[in-house]
């Protein structure tokens, strides 16, 4: 039932440098397309959405990117620092309202010192 | 202002036992939503409501279990009996009119 599929799994960076996470979904009757952040222990919390009236937002060293035809959403971490350590999923609703959020598997970041 | 309110945090029984895990969501929100999450399937939700109305439980696994929402304020989701394969983490989340959810910071389940 897998509607958001995110890659990679995992990734490992060195500090300062650039993280990205791609996630393609298949239902594209919605647009609302969300980036959630996980850190051990804790529970998902929203990092960054966006909503394809714009195909890129960009908040502090987090840029989500948006390509329509493709079916794809990208999230960028410039400047990767070792805080940045987590897990982040994507998602995406599969009806109406955003009511129900489905997520990807998630990517586990290591950001080294 | 205080986030969704999960408890327990971590719970350990055995196989066959009885397990219910409670949620307050964050006040005036409402959507309520449960969700698992395990290494092989990632995050799956389970069941949500609509001021305090199940909408959707296509997402439970099976009937050993159950979610109630009896006022606005107040979850549950029972598991009965319990089996080692539903050790997991349990996070509730909440919405109020937007598009955000706010999740809990999960039930830890060990069944043993």
């Known amino acids: 039932q897998q509607q958001v599929k995110q890659s990679p799994q995992s990734l490992i960076v060195q500090k300062g440098g650039i993280s990205i996470i791609n996630c393609a979904y298949e239902n594209t009757a919605f647009d609302y397309f969300p980036w959630y952040q996980q850190f051990p222990g804790k529970g998902p919390a929203l990092l960054i959405a966006?909503?394809?009236?714009?195909s890129e937002k960009k908040e502090g060293r987090f840029t989500i990117s948006f390509n329509k035809s493709a079916k794809q959403f990208s999230l960028h971490i410039m400047d990767s620092q070792p805080g940045d350590s987590a897990t982040y999923f994507c998602?995406?609703?599969?009806?109406?309202?955003?009511?129900?959020?489905?997520f990807g598997k998630g990517m586990k970041l290591t950001v080294n010192p | 202002d205080a986030g969704v309110i999960q408890s327990p945090r971590h719970e350990v029984t055995e196989m066959g036992q009885e397990v219910t895990l409670r949620c307050k969501p964050i006040?005036?929100?409402?959507?309520l939503f449960w969700y698992r999450q395990t290494m092989m399937r990632g995050l799956e939700l389970l069941i949500y409501?609509?001021?305090?109305?199940?909408?959707?439980d296509s997402g439970m696994p099976e009937d050993r279990f159950s979610a109630k929402m009896p006022n606005a304020s107040f979850s549950t989701l029972k598991i009965q009996p319990s089996e080692p394969r539903d050790s997991a983490v349990y996070f509730c989340a909440s919405r109020e009119s937007g598009n955000t959810i706010y999740f809990g910071e999960g039930s830890w389940l060990t069944v043993v």
């Open positions: 966006i909503r394809p009236d714009v």
């Open positions: 998602a995406h609703p599969t009806q109406g309202g955003s009511e129900k959020l489905v």
């Open positions: 006040s005036g929100h409402n959507s």
């Open positions: 409501f609509n001021n305090n109305v199940p909408i959707d």
